[in-house]
């Protein structure tokens, strides 16, 4: 028995009481409990749905969540499940999902990181990795072959944007192409921080043909098995499980079926891919908050302290519901949109007019910005109540408070979209007339 618990954590700090109120189905009826109000029927069954899979897989493989677990082997059973992306329909690779759009995206979001945070993370770094690919596919048999291993789980993929010398300035890129005679492409230079780099098969990144100039910018699909590529990890404590990359790319050829956007369409390509990534983040930060306030709820409603349950401390309780309380509000806010944009993309047949994508723009960033601080706040917090119990390695407490220190860095960091926002409000005071 000793040694079983072992391979969970390193020493048992939560009495077996708790530990089994914290369970995996425990914490998904709290937030149904919470949902029912607020989601439709298909919303909701969806969910359900999804939480069934991730309790099934979870006691079939005997997931632990401990340390020694590697969250990509499982990528292939919730590929083949279809709970690695319901973004689209993808019925040009034969997936044909009945249910599928942001609030599709939500639902299945709030599933899987409940099961495990890390596994989300590095699944919606896959994600970001099919949307280009889905929006300039061409019907081109190799871009649908790689679209579908990513969508089925055969392998991870990862979207190259950041470099070492510019961080967050993604226009000014110094990784160069050079077109040759026959269409293909030669790439130079170095990626960083790339979310799967290392584990990923395929992977879309950006380069300019001109260095500095963002209107040279190109795009393109690029095999690891490639010479030319070469990848190494960078680790990030905060997100041990997730493998992050360095890459160098030396006189790599990226043959004319592969480039997604040629010198000039990269920086269009690569801003049309903003909304969905960012409010990927958002989603996924929501799902994080849930996760944290669930397993705060239920442990402040069992743990004992003075006689009687910590809940009924004004110091925890209110703290709780105040927390609880904006949760549940951003999380209507995000479902309004997940709703709204969906509703568009239905009316103008799955792609968004240049207007319309540019205005969502600014929604996407202030949900982003709204959303990390929230999970920085609210998993700190609900870590805190928890005391020691919300610190150790027996709760997934731990990963989540871990991975909302990063979450205002990822996809654009909190400056980033504070910059966006005021060029927004800049714009809009202009249209206003005033």
């Given at each position: 028995?000793?040694?079983?618990?072992?391979?969970?954590?390193?020493?048992?700090?939560?009495?077996?009481?708790?530990?089994?109120?914290?369970?995996?189905?425990?914490?998904?009826?709290?937030?149904?409990?919470?949902?029912?109000?607020?989601?439709?029927?298909?919303?909701?069954?969806?969910?359900?749905?999804?939480?069934?899979?991730?309790?099934?897989?979870?006691?079939?493989?005997?997931?632990?969540?401990?340390?020694?677990?590697?969250?990509?082997?499982?990528?292939?059973?919730?590929?083949?499940?279809?709970?690695?992306?319901?973004?689209?329909?993808?019925?040009?690779?034969?997936?044909?999902?009945?249910?599928?759009?942001?609030?599709?995206?939500?639902?299945?979001?709030?599933?899987?990181?409940?099961?495990?945070?890390?596994?989300?993370?590095?699944?919606?770094?896959?994600?970001?990795?099919?949307?280009?690919?889905?929006?300039?596919?061409?019907?081109?048999?190799?871009?649908?072959?790689?679209?579908?291993?990513?969508?089925?789980?055969?392998?991870?993929?990862?979207?190259?944007?950041?470099?070492?010398?510019?961080?967050?300035?993604?226009?000014?890129?110094?990784?160069?192409?050079?077109?040759?005679?026959?269409?293909?492409?030669?790439?130079?230079?170095?990626?960083?921080?790339?979310?799967?780099?290392?584990?990923?098969?395929?992977?879309?990144?950006?380069?300019?043909?001109?260095?500095?100039?963002?209107?040279?910018?190109?795009?393109?699909?690029?095999d690891t098995s490639w010479d030319g590529w070469n990848c190494e990890r960078v680790f990030i404590p905060y997100v041990p499980k997730v493998w992050l990359g360095k890459e160098r790319l030396d006189n790599l050829r990226v043959p004319k079926d592969y480039v997604l956007g040629g010198v000039g369409k990269g920086r269009e390509h690569l801003f049309e891919g903003?909304?969905?990534?960012?409010?990927?983040?958002?989603?996924?930060?929501?799902?994080?908050?849930?996760?944290?306030?669930?397993?705060?709820?239920?442990?402040?409603?069992?743990?004992?302290?003075?006689?009687?349950?910590?809940?009924?401390?004004?110091?925890?309780?209110?703290?709780?519901?105040?927390?609880?309380?904006?949760?549940?509000?951003?999380?209507?806010?995000?479902?309004?949109?997940?709703?709204?944009?969906?509703?568009?993309?239905?009316?103008?047949?799955?792609?968004?007019?240049?207007?319309?994508?540019?205005?969502?723009?600014?929604?996407?960033?202030?949900?982003?910005y709204h959303t990390a601080k929230l999970s920085a706040e609210i998993c700190y917090e609900a870590a805190n109540l928890m005391g020691g119990a919300g610190l150790c390695d027996n709760t997934l407490m731990q990963d989540l408070l871990n991975m909302?220190?990063?979450?205002?860095?990822?996809?654009?960091?909190?400056?980033?979209?504070?910059?966006?926002?005021?060029?927004?409000?800049?714009?809009?005071?202009?249209?206003?007339?005033?």
């Open positions: 028995m000793e040694e079983e618990k072992k391979t969970k954590f390193m020493t048992q700090a939560i009495n077996d009481e708790i530990l089994e109120k914290l369970s995996l189905k425990n914490r998904y009826s709290f937030l149904n409990t919470n949902l029912t109000a607020i989601l439709e029927p298909n919303e909701f069954n969806f969910l359900k749905k999804a939480q069934k899979f991730c309790m099934r897989f979870e006691k079939k493989n005997n997931i632990t969540h401990g340390p020694d677990e590697d969250v990509y082997d499982w990528i292939p059973a919730f590929g083949e499940a279809g709970y690695l992306t319901r973004a689209h329909k993808f019925e040009m690779i034969d997936v044909n999902y009945d249910y599928y759009g942001a609030t599709a995206e939500l639902m299945r979001c709030l599933a899987v990181d409940f099961f495990d945070p890390q596994f989300s993370l590095a699944g919606g770094a896959t994600v970001l990795a099919i949307n280009p690919i889905y929006e300039h596919h061409e019907n081109m048999p190799i871009r649908l072959e790689i679209m579908k291993k990513f969508v089925t789980g055969v392998t991870p993929g990862a979207i190259l944007i950041t470099e070492p010398e510019r961080g967050s300035d993604a226009v000014h890129m110094l990784t160069t192409c050079d077109e040759q005679d026959d269409g293909s492409f030669l790439l130079n230079g170095e990626k960083i921080f790339s979310t799967n780099g290392p584990k990923s098969g395929y992977v879309v990144a950006y380069a300019t043909a001109e260095k500095n100039n963002g209107n040279t910018m190109a795009q393109f699909l690029i903003l909304v969905p990534e960012r409010i990927g983040i958002a989603i996924d930060c929501v799902a994080q908050c849930w996760n944290a306030v669930a397993h705060a709820a239920i442990y402040a409603n069992n743990r004992q302290q003075f006689n009687q349950m910590v809940l009924k401390f004004q110091g925890v309780g209110f703290l709780l519901t105040d927390l609880w309380a904006r949760l549940t509000n951003v999380t209507l806010g995000l479902l309004m949109f997940c709703k709204n944009y969906d509703s568009k993309m239905e009316k103008f047949g799955g792609t968004l007019p240049r207007n319309i994508s540019q205005a969502l723009v600014a929604s996407a960033s202030q949900f982003k909302s220190r990063i979450a205002e860095i990822v996809g654009g960091s909190r400056q980033i979209q504070n910059y966006i926002m005021s060029m927004a409000m800049r714009q809009l005071y202009k249209m206003s007339g005033i």
